[in-house]
């Protein structure tokens, strides 16, 4: 029973379009994040979203807008694709946030986002 | 703000020896640190982490850290490496308001026969 989940894993797409990357988790957890991981592996927080609110928005482009439609869920919505998006996606989730952030992270399996 | 260092992008052990893989880090409060693999094409995977408890740190698969403030270090051993342990390691620092994951650039562990 996969604890985060993504869809798609893979995602190859023309620049100018948008696109939806979908994470569900159902490990009870309150918080959720995205990550993006670039070509040579480096990852960095996008957005942290705790019981459905947005904490964190890490000078991420205003073309992509993370949308919870509930605490399982924390789908990433990309406007106006260019090829620089391309990149490895990871969501996560963990327990809590705050002082609680001794809780680990639990991540998904990556989508491939290719922009041609 | 909070940063990780993570020395040598690639380390090379053959089968069975040692394998240690470093991580240091600068934060301003005590720190949250996480280990994490990640094999090919999947996502990743916590190996072990530090959250002010034991300083030794014993994580999954044999592997340990140890968590050394005067030295702001948090590197990963295991004593006897296998094939399978050949992958990607990532440190990371956890924030403390926000408990987002600022990560080191990444160790490639190669493991030769």
């Known amino acids: 029973d996969t604890a985060v989940s993504q869809t798609p894993k893979y995602l190859v797409t023309q620049m100018g379009n948008d696109k939806s990357i979908k994470c569900e988790q159902n490990l009870g957890h309150d918080t959720m994040y995205w990550y993006k991981q670039d070509s040579k592996k480096f990852l960095k927080i996008m957005f942290s979203y705790n019981n459905k609110e947005l904490i964190i928005n890490e000078t991420v482009p205003n073309r992509f807008s993370p949308k919870s439609p509930d605490k399982a869920h924390l789908n990433l919505h990309i406007n106006s694709l260019e090829l620089g998006d391309s990149a490895v996606y990871f969501c996560?989730?963990?327990?809590?946030?705050?002082?609680?952030?001794?809780?680990?992270?639990?991540f998904g399996p990556g989508t491939r986002l290719t922009v041609t | 703000a909070q940063s990780v260092t993570q020395l040598g992008s690639h380390v090379s052990v053959s089968e069975g020896a040692l394998v240690l893989l470093r991580c240091n880090y600068s934060s301003s409060v005590p720190p949250y640190l996480f280990w994490y693999v990640q094999y090919p094409n999947q996502g990743l995977q916590l190996l072990l982490k530090y959250t002010s408890a034991a300083t030794l740190v014993k994580g999954i698969n044999g592997f340990e850290a140890e968590f050394k403030k005067s030295e702001t270090s948090f590197h990963l051993t295991k004593p006897s490496a296998h094939m399978s342990d050949a992958a990607e390691y990532f440190c990371a620092v956890s924030d403390w308001r926000y408990s987002t994951l600022t990560f080191g650039k990444g160790t490639m562990l190669l493991v030769s026969p």
């Open positions: 996560a989730s963990s327990q809590g946030q705050g002082a609680i952030g001794r809780y680990e992270q639990y």
